[in-house]
């Protein structure tokens, strides 16, 4: 059985928060749908399987898909995902509310995910306003860091 802490560390190290959201040069907002498709996933290797179905259980919420990889000396993976924007908003984002990620990249990443949700179940995606709020926002996560893209923050490359 998986503890919250079991399930906050290894989101930390092997989750991620998602949005993909279609090019806004590239659709017509009078159109039914406009492409923005939030995803939590996890992905271990195919022996691992055993941890996704237990996480699957935890959040009760879900899908489990086997992600094959034919390159030598690779695994297959199984990834446990929830794209269900019902499940998102009422089991995903209160267990890491509550239990927020402790690697301050995937606290980021989450903060953002979870206010891009807040936007779609306020149907923000259906006018142009919103819609480009929601892509200013998707292009903030994945990072790795909170200074990433700031120009005024110089890094340092250690070899």
């Known amino acids: 059985m998986l503890t919250a802490d079991y399930v906050r560390g ?3 190290g092997e989750g991620s928060f998602s949005v993909y959201v279609r090019d806004p040069n ?3 907002l009078t159109q039914r749908r406009v492409k923005v498709e939030p995803k939590f ?3 271990l290797q195919e022996r691992d399987l055993e941890i996704l179905q237990d ?3 935890f959040f009760k919420c879900g899908k489990i898909y086997k ?3 034919h390159r030598p000396r690779h695994q297959d993976c199984y990834r446990f995902e929830v794209h269900n924007r019902q499940e998102l908003v009422k089991v995903i984002i209160p267990f890491f509310r509550k239990y927020p990620p402790l ?3 995937k606290k980021w990443d989450f903060e953002i995910f979870a206010e891009i949700l807040i936007l779609l179940v306020q149907k923000m995606h259906a006018n142009e306003q919103g819609f480009e709020r929601i892509w200013t926002l998707k292009h903030q996560m994945h990072r790795g860091s909170l200074d990433a893209g700031n120009p005024l923050v110089q890094w340092e ?3």
Request: net charge positive.
């Open 41 to 43: 996933i996890l992905k």
């Open 103 to 105: 690697a301050p990249t």
């Open 55 to 57: 996480l699957k259980r």
């Open 26 to 28: 590239k659709i017509n």
């Open 157 to 159: 490359h250690q070899y």
């Open 10 to 12: 290894i989101v930390d």
């Open 67 to 69: 992600q094959p990889d």
